[in-house]
């Protein structure tokens, strides 16, 4: 299982539907979306609405299932580097809260598809910078200095309430906070559609290595040779990268809780006509159900 939490629906939406999330319908304080394995939350704006969140969460999840789950914090972020581009994504790998001055170092544990890193930090406003230094403040905007640009890079509002929840109850190396540039702080917020733009550009090589075994579970529970002998089954039925990543992470969880059954086997198909896109996926699907009784 996994988490990953979101400010804005905005940015959830292409993981929502990459995953076949459906709406909980018994919603606590934030809307959640799930699968049978994932929960996706959004908790609206600000670190104090992102740090509840993750305790609301937790309280749902056993800490044996804690164990084995990743959770992430993704959305957008700004940035006063002209250098960076927008649409590209980093992982925090130094965290700062403004208004406390406390710091956090997420652990990267695995090497992630994507390899960008920077220094982010949360504010309690949204942030605007002027680089030439002449415009005015924007109303509820906390306009940075230039001196002040000089140590800050991506800027966020959720991060550290998330962080410091999150480390509460999950291990150091279950956390992550990944962020997509939407904005040199000029001032202005990205609208829904442009949100959902850069979230999706970035969604595949994450998805894969959200849906990734933690390197210790595979070497325990899911040696090699069994682990190519799934992935060869799901290769003939033509299953995605995404969906074999899916596949694998099922078949360790279905062998961590029932430890002495057989794993069950897909559908296969009754000809050997190369199976339509459709076809595939029911298959796949319908694999997953058996293997999440």
């Not at 979101?6 to 699968?35: C, H, M, N, V």
């Not at 969880?253 to 296969?268: A, G, N, T, V």
Request: glycine letters at 6%.
């Amino acid at each position: 299982m996994g988490v990953i939490t979101f400010a804005l629906i905005s940015e959830a939406k292409p993981w929502i539907r990459a995953l076949g999330a459906k709406p909980d319908r018994t919603q606590g304080r934030f809307r959640y979306f799930r699968t049978p394995e994932h929960i996706l939350a959004v908790t609206g704006v600000g670190k104090l609405a992102a740090a509840l969140a993750v305790g609301e969460i937790s309280h749902q999840i056993s800490k044996e299932e804690r164990k084995h789950e990743r959770i992430w914090n993704l959305g957008i972020a700004g940035t006063t580097s002209f250098e960076k581009s927008l649409g590209d994504f980093f992982w925090a790998n130094r965290l700062t809260d403004d208004s406390t001055k406390k710091e956090y170092f997420p652990e990267r544990i695995e090497s992630f598809s994507l390899k960008g890193e920077a220094h982010l930090t949360t504010f309690d406003r949204p942030v605007s910078f002027s680089k030439t230094g002449e415009t005015k403040p924007l109303t509820n905007f906390r306009e940075l200095t230039q001196a002040e640009t000089k140590s800050v890079d991506l800027v966020d509002m959720e991060a550290s309430g998330f962080f410091e929840a999150a480390g509460l109850y999950f291990e150091l190396e279950q956390i992550q906070i990944g962020k997509i540039i939407s904005d040199h702080l000029e001032g202005t917020f990205c609208t829904e559609d442009k949100v959902t733009g850069y979230m999706e550009k970035s969604l595949e090589p994450l998805l894969s290595d959200f849906l990734k075994p933690f390197p210790w579970e595979t070497k325990e529970t899911l040696p090699l040779p069994e682990k190519t002998q799934w992935r060869e089954i799901g290769t003939s039925l033509h299953f995605t990268e995404s969906m074999l990543v899916e596949l694998e992470k099922t078949i360790l969880y279905f062998k961590l809780r029932h430890p002495d059954s057989e794993i069950p086997l897909p559908s296969f198909p009754k000809n050997d006509k190369k199976l339509e896109k459709q076809k595939s996926k029911e298959i796949f699907q319908n694999w997953l159900e058996k293997l999440l009784v």
